[in-house]
């Protein structure tokens, strides 16, 4: 299918590794030129270099990070007007919400609510004067099903939910639409850290932890980046522009209701 996107341009953010990356690469297959972000020059780079040389189109590196007021102004200077916006940043760390204090939950805030929110501030005004525009936010499956030890994560990234629901209702008749992309279990760099964990804290080999991991799945195995990059392209097609403020879950199964 053509998603009809060639010659557009989006701003993808956290798209050196894992989740940002393969948005990034299926966008850049449909004909889509980027700016990608992320805080370790070397690895945004490569990753810059690699789309270059597989789909031809302009890639942009600008590293930084995002969550900064100067780091949304250099992605935002080499692409003021993208058509589409991932908006993605890494989760806060687990924890008893007894341990956390002002000044962490406003970390996390910052990270996951408020920055997406200033993005899309930033660039949403200009998607509705040009009457095309696709927003996603990579939140997380913990937004339909809290993760206890997730409090930040719960809190930060059902916030960002919350306020996207009622201005996707206002943006949709321009063809601007802004949808949440919600990870379950993929494997990334933030599974593996945190399978470690697990293993450490049951005393058992990695390759066990991860194999039980792989199990409590109904899928029997872990998302792909690649995967997760397509759902995200079709989101931001030209035939998607019926759908908005809605939240795709991609678990695998694993949450267990009917809604």
Request: hydrophobic letters at 45%.
């Amino acid at each position: 299918m053509d998603m009809g996107i060639k010659g557009k341009t989006a701003l993808v953010c956290a798209a050196s590794k894992g989740l940002g990356r393969g948005c990034a690469m299926a966008l850049a297959a449909e004909g889509v030129d980027l700016v990608i972000t992320a805080r370790g020059a070397e690895a945004l780079e490569a990753t810059a270099a690699e789309i270059r040389k597989l789909f031809g189109v302009k890639v942009t590196a600008v590293a930084g990070d995002i969550t900064t007021p100067a780091g949304r102004a250099a992605a935002l200077a080499a692409n003021p007007d993208p058509d589409i916006l991932i908006n993605n940043a890494g989760g806060p760390p687990p924890g008893n919400f007894r341990d956390w204090d002002r000044d962490i939950w406003i970390k996390a805030l910052d990270a996951n609510m408020l920055t997406p929110i200033e993005l899309i501030k930033s660039t949403v005004d200009g998607m509705i004067a040009r009457k095309f525009g696709r927003i996603v936010n990579i939140t997380s499956g913990a937004v339909k099903a809290p993760i206890e030890v997730l409090g930040l994560s719960n809190g930060a990234r059902s916030g960002l939910t919350g306020f996207v629901a009622g201005l996707s209702r206002k943006t949709v008749a321009h063809n601007v639409t802004i949808n949440g992309l919600l990870p379950g279990p993929f494997d990334t760099d933030r599974l593996k850290t945190t399978i470690a964990a697990a293993a450490k804290n049951a005393n058992i080999p990695l390759d066990e932890a991860a194999e039980r991991r792989r199990k409590e799945n109904p899928a029997g195995r872990f998302g792909t980046a690649e995967e997760f990059g397509a759902a995200c392209a079709f989101l931001c097609s030209a035939h998607a522009g019926f759908i908005t403020g809605q939240n795709l879950l991609m678990d695998g199964g694993a949450y267990p209701g009917t809604f």
